[in-house]
């Protein structure tokens, strides 16, 4: 089980990649859309929405088991040192 500390170094470097990706695809991503964004068309909203989704999920995927494989290495430290 993750500490409060860990939980929040987690939390916070994942919403924190999280707007810098966000931010880059902004840039990046939405001037190919901009005529679509200007009228509102639905479809281009669901794509945008889905696209941005996805990212998260493969964000948050990620930092989950990086995290996880460091709180294991920590698991086994505690277990290897002598008292």
Do not use: H, W
């Not at 001037?31 to 281009?44: E, H, K, L, S, W």
């Not at 941005?52 to 930092?63: G, P, Q």
């Amino acid at each position: 089980m993750q500490s409060q500390k860990q939980s929040l170094v987690e939390s916070i470097t994942n919403v924190g990649t999280g707007a810098l990706i966000a931010f880059v695809l902004n840039l990046y991503f939405l001037p190919y859309f901009i005529d679509d964004i200007a009228n509102q068309v639905m479809a281009t909203a669901l794509l945008i929405s889905a696209i941005y989704t996805a990212v998260s999920i493969v964000r948050s995927y990620i930092f989950r088991r990086c995290f996880n494989k460091i709180q294991e290495k920590d698991k086994v430290y505690i277990r290897t040192t002598p008292i």
